[in-house]
């Protein structure tokens, strides 16, 4: 682990390179201070960041060492499961919503769900997965928009296996 501050100590953009090899072990090493406290500059904790990278075994951790799956970013209220859902992370996904409580059609900013976000993306796996787990492909978010307008002509949804 390269990245020392001048104090010898760890700094959290070495966190933040560890995060996408999805390496427990080497986050350990940083101290769970270190790890747990972090937050960017628009409020997204560690756990966000690592379910953007669709990082299952350290999501697992931090929320074992006590970090909450439905925690929000204050600068436009998403979850990790947003993060995940937007990045097409599938098993993450997965992960997020059972400890979660099964919140499946949490609303950010603007009302936007984790299902709008991975139909945006085009990511079939986790649309079918986020429907499957009782997401709703009919609600609008705060733009007027819903999953059918958001996949372009249905095309998205259709391949779901849900029909409106």
Not at 73 to 100: D, F, I, K, Q, Y
Not at 144 to 158: F, G
């Amino acid at each position: 682990m390269e990245s020392k501050s001048q104090d010898g100590g760890f700094t959290i953009v070495g966190v933040l390179e560890v995060i996408p090899s999805d390496d427990v072990d080497t986050l350990r090493q940083f101290g769970i201070s270190a790890v747990l406290g972090y937050q960017d500059k628009h409020g997204s904790s560690i756990l966000h960041y690592a379910a953007g990278y669709g990082a299952v075994e350290t999501c697992k951790w931090l929320i074992d060492c006590g970090l909450d799956p439905a925690t929000t970013s204050p600068s436009n209220g998403r979850t990790p499961l947003h993060w995940a859902a937007r990045n097409g992370h599938t098993e993450t996904c997965r992960l997020l919503v059972v400890l979660s409580c099964g919140n499946v059609d949490v609303q950010a900013k603007g009302q936007v769900t984790p299902l709008q976000l991975a139909v945006w993306q085009g990511h079939l796996d986790t649309c079918r997965l986020l429907v499957s787990l009782g997401a709703d492909p009919l609600f609008v978010n705060g733009e007027s928009s819903k999953v059918l307008k958001l996949s372009n002509e249905r095309s998205v949804l259709n391949r779901t296996g849900t029909t409106p």
